[in-house]
């Protein structure tokens, strides 16, 4: 119904994207192009409130987002929350535990990835910050599509949910700067065989079919890693989905955890700063 | 209603005796035979002893029209009919059409859901068996070929 | 390992209503390993049982069908609090499981 | 343009020329058509814009060579190359043209 009603206006989203194009904006720094990023997709989609695009697809599929709310009556990935706890609680050979690691409360820590890290002078994400904490405890660190290791994420998510994005990025550290323009680059790179960047689909052809499947905003993308597919039967994280897209337009996916993927996380939830973490979620 | 009738006469009797099981006395064998079966119509005979059902409108099948994912299908079906002694599930062209069956014992309300794995698009029909016979319900779910994911 | 089963109930009146998932595979059989190219045997459960304080409420036969971590909700009559609700499944390998709740 | 210049083209060419030969002589076909496309993936694959299947096509053109297929090896070989070319040059043009995608100012 959403969707119908954008349809019945074909042209305005175009005229605001124009008008996006030619506003005399400052130079694109990280809040500019946030901005415009979410102006971009509520000019597409007039009827969807900035919040509701944390539901991803599901907040401009209405057919598909009704069989999503009934999944989401007893969804899978309750298993995976289960197995999280009992990791985060059980602890280390040592005696330590994971949060002796992280300095916030553990509702507070979702939120708090990815950040840049000014002493490792690199993007950290949540997933890397968990395997650090391993590695300080004399563990062994864990593969970073080990279920044990989403599963914990997931905990994480669930407990974080309601908290907003906020990823922050000091005007005084340029390595930060660096690190958000090479995931904003390889964002809108076009790569692989088929010749798509990520914004092809994401931006350019949002809500638009590629086959069966409707092509989510990127807006609201980072909330609700990770998630239970059921096309797999299994949990996944956000660069693993990554991974899939990038094995779609036929280019060879890059190591999970790459600079290449931490950047490109690092953008992404940039741009849905403000949205409210509701992960794990469930999908197709 | 004519078939109904017939089906009333046959099977009335044993199906009044069927429906009206105590709790304690379910049988709880698995029908290998009735799911094993590769077309629909000889699923139903093995499960219900007959093809012939009535179709009727005091049965809710709730799926989608176009499912999001065949892996994961949402079904619920639920009933106004009376003294219901079971509810099966079929998907026609499924390799294995029979799906599911319940068996609700006395007490137990004519009111369920699962999740259903569908290979293609296909009719799902609801069967509801109850003292008066077997009446049932069927909808198309189309399955389609997903692209990435979205 | 904890709740294989995970199992939600509500009361309204004298009629619970029972939500479960179940963590299992569900192969079809038909299915084929992406690694190996060999085909996964069938394995699923084949009945679930649900019985409240000792009497059957449910009896629910599964084919391969039904979606991986199963899930199922039913409705019963006659329910009360402190009652005792048993959920439990075999599959076509003979293994098992089964879970208690208190409605 | 200049005389020195084209005076010495005949010595490079020669030099080289030798040096094809040698290697030729050490490597069959296959060996150094492999090691040609090879780089160039190698190439791809630092720039951040490897394509999916160039690696495999690469690996089973080895395995043909092994089992004697020259010819089908060479043609896998072929395509590899044109893939890892193409590749590079995507990553040559992402270089700037990414800009014009950007949403925003």
Known sequence: MMLGRESRRPGSWIVALAMLMLSPAATGGPEEDRVAFAQYYQSRFPAVTFEEFANGIYAIDADARAQWLEIEEFPPYEFAIENGEALWSKPFKNGNSYASCFESAVPDIRAAYPRFDVSKAEVVTLEVALNDCRVTHAETPMAYDASDMIDLTAYLAHAARGKKIDVRIPGDQTNALAAYEEGKRFYYSKRGQLNFACADCHVTSVGLRVRADRLSASLGHPTHFPVYRSKLGAMISLQQRFAGCIRDVRAKPFELQSPEYRNLEFFLAYMSNGLTINGPGARK | MQTGRRLLLQGGLVLAALAALPRTLLAAVWPEKAFSQTAARQAMTELLGTTDTVSSDRIMLKVPQIAENGAVVPVTVSTTLDNVASISIFVENNPRPLAASFELPTGTLPEISSRLKMGETSNVMAVVRTDTGLFSVSKEVKVTIGGCGG | ?103 | MAPAHESKRPAILCILLVAALVFAACTSDVERQYEAAEQLRRAAAEAGFEWLETEALLNEALQLEEQGNSEGAIALIEKARLQAERALQQSENEAKSWRTRVVGP
Not at chain 3, 24 to 53: C, F, W, Y
Not at chain 3, 58 to 77: D, I, L
């Open chain 3, 1 to 103: 390992m904890a709740g294989k089963i995970k199992v939600k109930t509500k009361l309204v009146g004298n009629v619970a209503e029972v939500k479960c998932l179940m963590l299992h595979p569900m192969e079809t059989g038909t299915r084929k390993d992406p690694d190996t190219g060999e085909v996964v045997p069938a394995h699923h459960i084949t009945q679930l049982t649900s019985t409240n304080n000792g009497e059957t409420v449910m009896v629910a036969n599964f084919s391969t069908a039904v979606s991986q971590n199963p899930y199922f909700s039913f409705k019963f009559q006659g329910a009360k609090a402190g009652d005792t609700l048993k959920i439990s499944w075999v599959d076509n390998r003979g293994k098992s499981d089964e879970v208690e709740t208190t409605l």
